[in-house]
């Protein structure tokens, strides 16, 4: 097994046992023997258990901006209510099939608050998942890219609000939210083609 291999099979297993135990929880004994490596390797490879789960964070940040494709509507097909909706179906239903992820991701964006060392794989993450937002905005709506940039950062904090407070509360309004969201993004969207085409 080379030095990839392994790095990746710890990486995987910190996945796996924190999405079951959390991060207080997780130990670096317990990771190793999901992994099927010594535990010295852990230490090996990541100095302290943050950097360990603040590269679990680049991994699925990035694994889940590769897994999202958006279809591109034909150059002279307007966007929709229903096509928003459908849209929105993507990052909407990861909360629902998946919440331990959801909570996951939480305790990693606090991991990246408190930890200096993993702060800049926090903020490289959450550019990541901006940037990919963004391109998405750019192809499907058309935006330039300082609006689609722009929106991005706004439509992130609040898929990732709504996600928050389905994981904590399952009496959470989530559809009646995203319902509501998929209106607003239908007005703004017909607020700017009027704009471009004026």
Do not use: H
């Not at 993507?90 to 959801?102: D, N």
């Not at 990693?108 to 608050?113: E, K, N, T, V």
């Not at 800049?120 to 940037?131: G, N, Q, Y």
């Not at 722009?150 to 996600?163: K, N, R």
Request: glycine share 4%; aromatic share 10%.
């Amino acid at each position: 097994m080379t030095d990839a291999d392994k790095r990746d099979r710890i990486i995987t297993a910190a996945y796996k046992v924190l999405s079951e135990k959390g991060y207080d929880k997780a130990s670096t004994k317990e990771i190793a023997m999901t992994a099927g490596v010594a535990q010295g390797l852990i230490n090996y490879y990541f100095p302290s258990k943050d950097l360990l789960f603040a590269e679990v964070f680049r991994r699925e940040t990035e694994k889940y901006c590769d897994s999202i494709q958006i279809p591109i509507p034909a150059d002279d097909k307007p966007l929709t209510f229903e096509s928003i909706a459908n849209i929105l179906e993507i990052p909407k239903i990861r909360a629902v099939e998946e919440p331990e992820w959801l909570r996951l991701r939480y305790e990693l964006f606090a991991i990246g608050l408190r930890n200096e060392s993993a702060r800049a794989t926090l903020r490289e993450m959450l550019k990541t998942e901006r940037d990919s937002i963004s391109e998405n905005v750019e192809a499907i709506a058309g935006f330039p890219k300082e609006i689609s940039d722009t929106f991005a950062s706004i439509f992130y904090a609040i898929v990732e609000g709504l996600g928050l407070q389905k994981v904590a509360d399952p009496d959470f309004k989530y559809d009646e939210a995203y319902g509501m969201l998929a209106e607003m993004l239908g007005a703004y969207y017909e607020q700017m083609n009027k704009k471009r085409k004026s």
